[in-house]
């Protein structure tokens, strides 16, 4: 089966500083998803981007947040200035066609567990 | 607001034995509805999926689950439990109306003992 793949699978920074969590989606996907779990909360929706720009955000997709796709493969989650509550597990997915029709499967990544100091 | 409980944070059983992870949903329609496996160092893998039709559906790894609408309620069923079982399991919703998103559960982390 075809895989999201994340990298890092770790990364740990100081409290202020920029992070970068990369993501290379499935290759003919077309809709992409950053989700988040902190430790012992639910799985949150972040963010859906689509044709190079965000189709959807949630709340906790302020100002300090970004998505980019900065080539044919790559889907990037930037976080300008990390705050402690930034901690969580973040999970890119991606899908072939947008997921309000329904039946599309969701392929998740295995994740990058961002801890902040 | 459209929410998903999973009432039991941590399960634990014995190899061989039967298994029924709990998920009830809020919504006013008939959501679509799933239910996730992550294994350690795993991303988030689709067990099975509810979407309309046949209230019982048959999922990957011999899982099976119940839709009720009486009780909102989507269980995950396994008859025999394997070692490998061993993950946390999440329910989720969605879409729903307008949005793209998937709203998840807080998980139930299954313990198999030998």
């Known amino acids: 089966e075809p895989e999201v793949t994340q990298t890092p699978s770790h990364q740990v920074t100081q409290m202020g500083q920029e992070v970068i969590l990369r993501c290379v989606p499935i290759s003919n996907h077309l809709y992409f998803y950053w989700y988040r779990q902190i430790l012992g909360q639910k799985v949150e929706f972040l963010v859906s981007?689509?044709?190079?720009?965000?189709?959807?955000k949630s709340e906790i997709f302020d100002d300090q947040f970004s998505v980019e796709r900065p080539d044919g493969s790559n889907f990037t989650l930037k976080i300008r200035s990390t705050k402690l509550e930034d901690s969580a597990m973040y999970f890119c997915?991606?899908?072939?066609?947008?997921?309000?029709?329904?039946?599309?499967?969701?392929?998740f990544g295995s994740g990058t567990q961002l801890s902040v100091l | 607001a459209q929410s998903v409980t999973q009432p039991d944070i941590h399960i634990t059983v014995s190899e061989g034995a039967s298994l029924e992870l709990r998920c009830n949903y809020s919504y006013g329609a008939t959501p679509y509805l799933f239910w996730y496996v992550q294994s350690p160092g795993q991303g988030l893998q689709l067990l099975l999926k509810?979407?309309?039709?046949?209230?019982l559906v048959q999922g990957i790894k011999g899982f099976e689950a119940e839709f009720k609408r009486s009780q909102s309620s989507f269980n995950l069923r396994k008859p025999s439990v394997h070692w490998s079982d061993a993950a946390e399991y999440f329910c989720a919703v969605g879409p729903l109306g307008n949005t793209d998103k998937l709203i998840f559960g807080t998980g139930t982390r299954l313990q198999v003992f030998p």
């Open positions: 509810y979407f309309s039709g046949d209230t």
């Open positions: 997915a991606s899908t072939r066609t947008p997921r309000r029709r329904g039946n599309e499967k969701l392929f």
């Open positions: 981007f689509y044709n190079n720009e965000i189709s959807e």
